[in-house]
């Protein structure tokens, strides 16, 4: 043990740059499979039509902020059931705690936009100025034609991906089609270019220059993940049983009393994360695997059986055995799925269910109520209808709990309770007077209910009506 | 360091990080001289430097006279009449229209009735609200506004005159009407102005009022000294301001003492006039607000 003396404490951690080298196997197969997956996905969906009718978009998944609408193909979200998403993300956390719980941080080393974008980054820079050793040297070098020549291709890709990241991301808030024509004729407003900039220097920095900065100190998930581990969640591990003592290994000679570790340190300069997988568990792992298989390349090449790192569960790792289904069935994820099936069946019913039409009644504050020349009194009403469907519909209303003596609606000559028209896809807003006589209680609950005319939809609300003073 | 350099410094260096102290010392906490971080100095040295611009662009420094213009001769006087400028241009066009239209042809463009009837209840709140409340439903000897009940016309150009020459007010064209003060001026007796509210009581009371002889002698007064202005049966008539005594709303109360008191002082309440105080298109914002709040006729 080193212990760090007084002259060497420092208070922040310098960002040392990580150079990953290339590798070819299973998991990088995989995670290019991935890359290549979600950036589809991401850059696709804007671009997919759902038909909705006339008085809707045509855009499968779209977040209409002007309009104050939400669509995700057979979904549409009005702001005030904004629930339905609290809903979704909860399920959502739940599934990413059950999949960890089970195969560790998969989300993390595969399917996270910043694993992805990094990975992307990584790649032009290879492409551009050769593998690790090759960067290394660049960077070390002195700058001249060559090395400025390289750099700016590779940050000049790089803010190239950034654009196209922000250019497709404001394309899930207005229609897709008709804001690719304005962005190619430069008709675009400040508001759509300030978030294409801002995702474009975002990107950019974060793929091009935080990178595992962002895993390690930006990222909640990655601090709390180990709330989700046990000794049966799959990591990726280093067999210290069989890979110690470590050490160059010639070509010939025994294997006998050493491990099968040779010290290549190809694991290391592999990893993305910049860490070294045999010092075991560590929360800056991410679980991309890419160690695993630049380890298998090497035991093949020194013809040893693979997996000295491989995903596994630290029980195993610890027992020498390898995983099996049983693993996967314990009380933690047992409970998980119990909680993500209910939770499945709440959202689905919920959806499904969704109710087309809703009546808010306001009843008013100043006056509360107004006595009339003939004794009658008066209150009003602010009676908000949501007709969530895609068409125009005319409701009655029904007034429950107190003598209607005359209702009256002001500024709107065609509404009575009998008819209320409201647009399709829209809010009608009335304003009602509801005239009866003195009650005996001074405020009265009473019940509002309207009914869609030729459906058989129903909303209704409670309000009150208020007939003297508070003695 | 050598062995003299240390000698001739005497700044005193904390052992933990070796950075040097200030010299500042509370209650044994010492302040380390620590560099400000590199990133804040930058920016430090980015905002001097944008305040260069600042002071070219912007009014900056006092001179003796005043202060340096700036090149463009910004003033935050100049910036607020802009933004007025700009409001108005954007109420300009509801103006007009306002002006020109009238009461119903305003009622049938819901943009512009919206429009009148919220700058109407703002008007209301500045200028009205004192007396009438803030929700208009009266106190006092100030009518609610909200009800049915006017005592003069309730309909749009009712409301609209009324709040255009007021009540009594000092307005040539004002609203005038004057009820004779039946006690203090000597017109009747006491007992006949007792016989008198028994027979205005007996329009709404659901109780019996006075006996038969006070009734019959009542009546026969009511037709001689009320029944020309509040009606034969005490309806009113809101063309020359008369109240309706045979509803169920008493500006002054409707209990015994409270009609004896109006019969014999008289009321004849006043309201001011605004015609020359607010403009005429608030004047009709006022009436559409007013008219808006249910009672309107």
């Known amino acids: 043990m080193n212990e760090k003396s007084d002259e060497d404490i420092t208070y922040f951690e310098k960002q040392s740059h990580i150079y990953p080298q290339r590798v070819w196997g299973k998991y990088r197969k995989l995670k290019w499979v991935a890359m290549t997956v979600l950036l589809g996905i991401y850059y696709a969906v804007p671009w997919l039509r759902w038909d909705r009718g006339p008085s809707a978009p045509d855009q499968a998944v779209l977040i209409d902020m002007p309009n ?11 702001p005030q059931e ?21 195969f560790g941080r998969v989300w993390c080393g595969y399917a996270c936009p910043q694993t992805v974008w990094t990975d992307l980054f990584v790649w032009v820079e290879r492409l551009v100025q050769g593998d690790r050793n090759a960067r290394m040297k660049l960077d070390r070098g002195k700058w001249g034609i060559k090395k400025i020549w390289k750099k700016t291709l590779t940050h000049t890709i790089w803010l190239f991906i950034g654009l196209c990241t922000g250019g497709a991301w404001v394309f899930y808030f207005n229609d897709a089609y008709a804001l690719w024509d304005s962005i190619i004729h430069f008709d675009i407003s400040w508001y759509i270019g300030g978030w294409i900039l ?14 595992e900065q962002v895993c390690i100190y930006m990222c909640p998930y990655a601090r709390f993940q180990s709330a989700m581990f046990d000794e049966d969640t799959l990591i990726i591990g280093y067999d210290e049983e069989r890979g110690e003592k470590r050490g160059k290994h010639k070509k010939g000679t025994s294997w006998d009393d050493r491990g099968h570790c040779i010290d290549c340190k190809q694991c290391v300069n592999v990893c993305p994360m910049g860490i070294d997988i045999r010092d075991s568990l560590q929360m800056e792992c991410i679980a991309c695997g890419l160690c695993v298989d630049a380890c298998n390349n090497i035991m093949d090449k020194v013809d040893l059986p693979r997996g000295l790192i491989r995903y596994d569960t630290l029980r195993h790792i610890e027992e020498g055995t390898t995983v099996g289904i049983k693993s996967f069935i314990r009380p933690r994820t047992i409970w998980y799925s119990f909680l993500l099936a209910i939770l499945g ?7 499904m269910n969704r109710s087309l039409l809703d009546l808010h009644v306001l009843h008013d504050r100043s006056p509360l109520f107004v006595k009339m020349s003939d004794g009658r009194i008066r209150n009003g009403y602010d009676i908000k209808i949501m007709n969530k469907t895609h068409e125009d ?13 005359e209702t009256k609606f002001r500024g709107a000559a065609h509404a009575s309770t009998e008819a209320l028209p409201v647009y399709a896809d829209s809010v009608g807003q009335f304003k009602m007077f509801l005239f009866s006589g003195a009650q005996e209680e001074q405020r009265k609950n009473i ?5 869609d005319v030729d459906g058989e939809l129903t909303a209704e609300h409670e309000t009150i009506f208020i007939s003297r003073k508070k003695q | 360091m050598s062995e003299k350099d240390k000698k001739n410094d005497p700044i005193e260096k904390d052992h933990i990080t070796g950075v040097e102290t200030t010299g500042h010392e509370w209650d044994g906490l010492k302040e380390l001289n620590n560099p400000a971080p590199r990133w804040w100095l930058w920016i430090f040295i980015i905002s001097v430097i944008w305040s260069i611009g600042y002071w070219i662009v912007y009014p900056a420094w006092p001179t003796l006279d005043g202060h340096t213009k700036g090149k463009y001769g910004w003033t935050q006087f100049q910036q607020l009449a802009e933004q007025q400028d700009e409001i108005m241009a954007r109420k300009k066009v509801y103006l007009e229209d306002l002006n020109s239209m009238t009461f119903e042809e305003i009622i049938a463009d819901p943009e512009l009735y919206q429009f009148a009837v919220a700058g109407g209840k703002i008007a209301f709140k500045e200028n009205c609200a004192n007396c009438h409340g803030i929700d208009a439903s009266g106190q006092g000897k100030y009518p609610n506004l909200n009800d049915d009940d006017w005592l003069w016309n309730g309909d749009l150009k009712g409301i609209y005159e009324t709040i255009k020459f007021g009540i009594r007010s000092a307005h040539d064209d004002s609203r005038f009407s004057e009820m004779t003060a039946f006690g203090s001026e000597g017109v009747l007796s006491r007992s006949e102005i007792s016989d008198v509210v028994d027979h205005v009581l007996s329009f709404t009371s659901e109780k019996e009022v ?4 006070s009734l019959m002698n009542g009546a026969k007064i009511y037709k001689a000294q009320c029944a020309s202005c509040h009606g034969d049966q005490g309806q009113g008539d809101s063309t020359i301001g008369s109240p309706d005594l045979a ?4 500006l002054y109360g409707g209990d015994r003492d409270s009609v004896t008191h109006s019969v014999h002082f008289a009321r004849n309440g006043t309201m001011p006039h605004w015609e020359g105080r607010i403009s005429d298109e608030k004047i009709r914002q006022l009436t559409l607000f007013v008219h808006s709040l249910g009672g309107g006729e």
């Not at chain 1, 104050?68 to 009005?78: L, N, Q």
């Not at chain 1, 019940?447 to 009914?451: A, G, L």
């Not at chain 2, 006075?210 to 002889?213: K, L, S």
């Open chain 1, 345 to 351: 069946i709440v959202v689905l019913y919920g959806l």
């Open chain 2, 210 to 213: 006075g006996d038969a002889e």
């Open chain 1, 68 to 78: 104050r609408r939400a669509y995700f193909f057979f979904i549409e979200i009005w």
């Open chain 1, 198 to 211: 801002a995702l474009t220097f975002s990107t950019y920095l974060m793929a091009g220059y935080a990178r």
């Open chain 2, 247 to 250: 509803d169920a709303i008493w």
């Open chain 1, 82 to 102: 904004v629930y339905y998403l609290t809903a979704i993300l909860i399920f959502a956390a739940l599934m990413l705690f059950f999949v960890t719980s089970m």
């Open chain 1, 447 to 451: 019940t509002f209910e309207i009914t």
């Open chain 1, 393 to 405: 519909r005319m409701y009655k209303l029904k007034i429950k709990g107190v003598d209607v003596l």
